[in-house]
């Protein structure tokens, strides 16, 4: 065969393979012309709208919005004047616990912050006088105790002292002279009692009478100078107060003698007064006191000598009589006892001599000279202290002393913060559902004293499907019907979206948390009403749009009929969102344009007004 022949037959081939696929276009495009009946009748102009993306989903009212209020701290309850199913608005008082506590509380922190801030502004502004006066006298007070403590350190070194020595033969003599007294004592009793010593109790007995007599004449004259001071120190005080300066303290009390407190207070008026009268009368004043105490002690100390010469009188008298009478055993073996103790006083006398001679231990030596130290280190602290007094304030004190009343500042505010807890105020609007206390009842943070329910807000339950979950999100607005009541929807907002599925029958859905807010005068929905709801996933405003019906598909691309000098022209555009009724037009038509809305039924196929065929990309 040859090569020319070869490719006549090979062009004829070509042919036919075109020819088929021009028949199977043809079949194509008349499948799609004549495959229902098209009623062109009706056009729609390209315009501009807003188009709103939703889903759906179904809802259910949960619950309304609740708040369980406590008292911020524990109390007993002082007024509740609110009641169940009362309105209230933000910020009203719900309850108010008693708070004398924490009024006081306030008033002490008040305190404190003034006195630290008075502290810090003596500081800056140095010491006064009556501080510097108060440092010195600390400082002689501490210097005496240290000459004390290192005398003392003296006297346990060097041993005992010749005072001591004699103190101690003393001691010893006078246990000597006991033990002979009660020896003598106890022989006669034994021995029992001469004409001599009955004479002697006699005598001692006459004795003790005219002591009795003398004392009790003394006291009588302690008395009347008890009176006498009295009266002069009465005469006193009514001329002290006719001064103008005089103290109310003074005048005003009747007790005599004056109290100390009282003293104290005139010392500190003739010490700080400039007026002499005043001064005088405060001296003279202060002079019948102390003369009428003295009195007073007088008399108490000869109303004690008559008692005891009273004592004497019935001493001497009992030992007459029992002189006389004889010794019974019970005298002997008191005498007996009373040598016996004699003997333990001496041998202790002879002991504590015999310490003093041979001087100090070696831990009285420590304890004195650990007294020494500490005298050292407090004499130390008063010279330092009188030193700061002196030289005024440092920085570090400024400091401290600041802090200080920085800290008072915050204890204030504080006591303010807890004086305002004592009321329990209500966080928004809304109406009291449960009232848990009432007056006179002790209250704490973990009991819930009240239970406000907002009224403006119901918590909703949507359950979206999972082909649409990864559209919906928090944030997201929306509206519900109910199926109770379909003629009034109701706007909601998403506040989360779950991520855990339910899954039943093997389908997942996911659940959504949402607050559904109630139109004024609307009917309230409540608990376990269930409705279609709506979430807006995406609204563009202003857009190219047509209705769905006027778009069609043929392969990927998406054909409109458009209407263009009076012949039908297929025109390939490409589609945006859509809200189920108009689709937006990104591209391939302009605003005005008149697109072709097809009506398709099972009639007869019936022939399209003339138009130019086009494929797509306008190729002709």
């Known amino acids: 065969m040859s090569i020319a022949g070869e490719q006549r037959r090979g062009w004829r081939w070509m042919a036919v393979a075109l020819a088929i696929a021009a028949l199977i276009f043809a079949a194509y495009r008349l499948w799609f012309s004549a495959g229902a009946t098209e009623q062109p009748a009706e056009t729609v102009a390209v315009t501009r709208t807003t188009i709103r993306s939703t889903i759906e989903a179904s809802g259910s009212v949960e619950s309304q919005e609740s708040a369980a209020l406590s008292f911020a701290m524990p109390g007993r309850v002082k007024e509740v004047p609110v009641q169940l199913g009362d309105s209230v608005e933000a910020g009203q008082p719900l309850a108010v616990m008693e708070s004398d506590d924490l009024d006081g509380a306030v008033l002490a922190a008040a305190a404190n912050l003034e006195l630290a801030r008075l ?290 500042e915050i204890a204030m505010l504080r006591a303010h913060v807890d004086q305002t807890h004592a009321q329990l105020l209500a966080p928004f609007r809304g109406v009291v559902a449960a009232v848990n206390i009432h007056p006179g009842e002790y209250t704490s943070p973990a009991s819930p004293a009240f239970v406000l329910l907002a009224p403006g807000s119901l918590r909703l339950s949507l359950v979206v499907g999972e082909n649409d979950r990864p559209y919906v999100s928090g944030g997201q607005h929306g509206t519900i019907t109910f199926d109770a009541m379909p003629n009034q929807p109701y706007s909601f907002v998403i506040r989360n979206m779950g991520d855990a599925p339910k899954i039943e029958q093997g389908v997942a859905t996911y659940v959504a948390e949402a607050s559904l807010t109630v139109p004024e005068g609307a009917v309230r929905p409540v608990t376990g009403m269930g409705g279609v709801a709506e979430v807006l996933i995406t609204e563009k405003a202003d857009v190219l749009a047509i209705p769905t019906r ?71």
């Open 550 to 620: 006027a778009l069609r598909r043929i392969g990927r691309e998406q054909i409109v009929d458009v209407i263009a000098t009076g012949v039908i022209e297929e025109r390939t555009v490409e589609a945006g969102i859509s809200d189920g009724q108009y689709v937006e037009v990104i591209s391939g038509l302009s605003e005005g344009e008149q697109v072709v809305l097809r009506t398709v039924t099972n009639a007869a196929p019936r022939a399209l007004p003339t138009r130019e065929r086009t494929l797509p990309g306008g190729v002709r």
């Open 119 to 408: 502290k810090l502004k003596q500081l800056l502004h140095g010491a006064s006088p009556s501080e510097v006066a108060a440092a010195q006298q600390a400082v002689a007070g501490a210097q005496a105790g240290r000459d004390k403590a290192a005398d003392d350190v003296r006297k346990t070194e060097e041993g005992a002292s010749t005072a001591g020595l004699e103190a101690g033969r003393a001691a010893v003599t006078k246990a000597e002279a006991a033990l002979a007294q009660s020896e003598d004592t106890l022989q006669q009793l034994r021995d029992g009692a001469s004409a001599a010593d009955a004479a002697a109790a006699e005598a001692g007995v006459e004795s003790a009478r005219a002591a009795l007599s003398s004392a009790e004449l003394a006291s009588e004259d302690a008395q009347a100078r008890v009176a006498a001071g009295q009266s002069g120190l009465l005469s006193a005080r009514a001329a002290y107060c006719l001064q103008a300066s005089a103290r109310a303290e003074v005048c005003s009390s009747p007790t005599v003698p004056l109290a100390q407190a009282t003293l104290t207070l005139l010392i500190a008026d003739i010490s700080g007064t400039s007026d002499s009268a005043l001064a005088r009368d405060i001296s003279t004043l202060l002079a019948a006191n102390a003369t009428y105490l003295t009195a007073i002690e007088s008399a108490a100390a000869a109303s004690d000598a008559v008692d005891v010469a009273r004592s004497n009188l019935a001493a001497g008298q009992e030992r007459r009589d029992k002189l006389l009478a004889g010794a019974d055993p019970t005298q002997i073996q008191a005498a007996e006892s009373a040598v016996a103790a004699a003997r333990d006083a001496l041998t202790a006398a002879r002991s504590q001599l015999t310490e003093v001679q041979d001087g100090a231990k070696p831990e009285e030596r420590a304890v004195a000279r650990s007294a020494l130290a500490s005298a050292d280190a407090a004499l130390a602290a008063a010279d330092a202290k009188l030193a700061d007094l002196l030289d005024g304030a440092n920085a570090d004190d400024v400091a401290i002393m600041s802090a200080q009343v920085k800290v008072a």
